[in-house]
């Protein structure tokens, strides 16, 4: 009996404990939550769209009413930078952590991929019970864990390189799986996204959308490229000679994605759902072409302010005031920290975020906030921006108030400033930049993932084989044609199984019947080219400027047969044995999915 009164004392001290602790999380929860369930999440991303770019920036040029009026219902933050292009933003975004930190150190070559092991936005809010999606441009790794169905998004859909070579019903990846496009590419995106929110329009969701458009190639459909083929370009860069073809072409690329930020708000509209949705709109980098910048230095790939400052806005009604114009500094890492505070889940970010919350910016009207500095760094060039002043690479100091477009060189009027700038600079390139990364091969065969799609972009390769064009993503392998030849992949093979391998390819007719090799780590499979295909280049017919990048072919697949794979790290090659036409063919990617035995 005794023991009996103890247990039931315990039982209900635990039951006052859990009861005690439900009224402090009530009592801690956002005024504004504790009604209604936490808000959905929009974040939109465009590729290579300026700080001029849209027409509430002053640029005449063109018209954006849709993407303005996120600004004009909600905040517009004035001074938001970003990296100088577009996998270090993304990857800066999508964990609030410097680049530098991460391993994106470049574009392509697998340089472009995060640590595994980063916690992303989409693991916060995932974590949290919301529904998760991407739907447009990836660029921070292609295979599972890399992919994003292994950094925390349920459903994806889209391009998972940094650029593309048709932009008009492409192969895209949906969940790792190759895919047929539908349509232009951003209205394809747009689609999938609403798609996305209507099946999650009963539960929180959080939907990223990274489009790749203004981005290269210069394609848009007729109706917004007749709207500026003939047009005469009135605001002009200030000091570089612009391309007006260029120019042209990517205002109407920034109209079409105008077109599809309205079809988004106004299904919010429709669905009930935009008091309780935030929605965030900025872009990844400068501008891709000299054009209307309103007078800010240089452009993408540079850390001057021109390549780093881009439009960002953020619209939650009802919590965030119409037409606020926040002045302080503030930066892509700041996304995931702001995000989640607004969502009420801040307790999970990590403590290594280098960003941090904007909330109090956004929803209030803070007097002491903080003075801080932000790092801008690309391929060894480190630029530091405090609230008043910029640090270039080259060890100037601009005045930024004064002096937005990096002008008059103010070292010697303040060298305290200087000083402190230049030490916030060398610690960054002591302390983050010198880690050093050990190689990372290419991830296949994880076991919570079927799909492993390895695009001819991430090869290496010898012989007489070329790519198809200098920029390797989205490129293809051409000129196969010799035994000696060869095309690798480093791999860390990271699961056991038995998949299925297919290459993507094109062959000549009169070429038909090489035997192809395609081997890891001592286990084969041969297949024998049985179709010819050998259709023309395209691309160029939806161009509206000359590209410098790859064209497209319309790919056809082989089926070579099951291959057994064993866990460990090696080389996986593709070798022909016997050619007994001039060339193999084609290659544009290999496909390997597990079966379902």
Known sequence: MNKMKIACRKLSFQVLLLLFAGVIITCCQPENQKDQKRPN?????????????????????????????LATDGARLQHFFVAPVCSPTRAEFLTGRYSQRLGVTYIDHGQERMNLGEVTIANLFKDAGYATGAFGKWHNGASYPYHPTGRGFDQTYGMIEGSWANYFSPLLDSCGKVVKGD???????????????????????????PYNTPHTPLQVPDEYWNRFKDKEIVMRHHYKEERDDYTRAVLAMCENIDWNVG??????????????????????NGPNFYRWIDGLRDRKASTNEGGVRVPMFMRWPGHIQAGKSIPQISSAIDLLPTLADLAGISSSVPDSVDGISLAPLLTGDPTNWE??????????????????????????????????????????????????????????????????FPPRPHTIGHPDSRYNNLPVGLAKFEGGIERSNRWTNCSFLTKWSSTNDRITYDVDVQGEGTFEAALYYTCPPADVGSLIKLSVNGNTVEARVTKGHDPPLTGMENDRVKRTESYEKDWIVLEMGTINLVPGSGTLTIQALEIPGKSVLDMHTLTLTRTRD
């Open 183 to 209: 349509g232009f590419i951003a209205d394809d995106f747009t689609n999938r996204a609403m798609d996305f929110i209507e099946t999650n329009k009963d539960n929180p969701f959080f939907c990223y959308i």
């Open 263 to 284: 079809r988004l708000m106004k299904q919010l509209d429709d669905l009930g759902l935009t008091e309780n949705t935030i929605v965030v709109y900025f872009s990844d």
């Open 41 to 69: 999440v929009i974040v939109i991303l465009a590729d290579d769209q300026g700080w001029g770019d849209l027409s509430i920036q002053g640029n005449t040029n063109l018209s954006t009413p849709n993407v303005d009026r």
């Open 371 to 436: 003075e801080r500095i932000i790092i801008n760094a690309w391929r060894g060039k480190v630029s530091v921006r405090n609230q008043q002043f910029r640090l270039d690479h080259q060890g100037n100091l601009y005045d930024m108030e004064n002096d937005p477009g990096q002008n008059i060189i103010v070292n010697d009027t303040h060298p305290a400033v200087l000083s402190e700038l230049s030490d916030a600079a060398n610690s960054f390139r002591s302390d983050v930049m010198s880690i050093q």
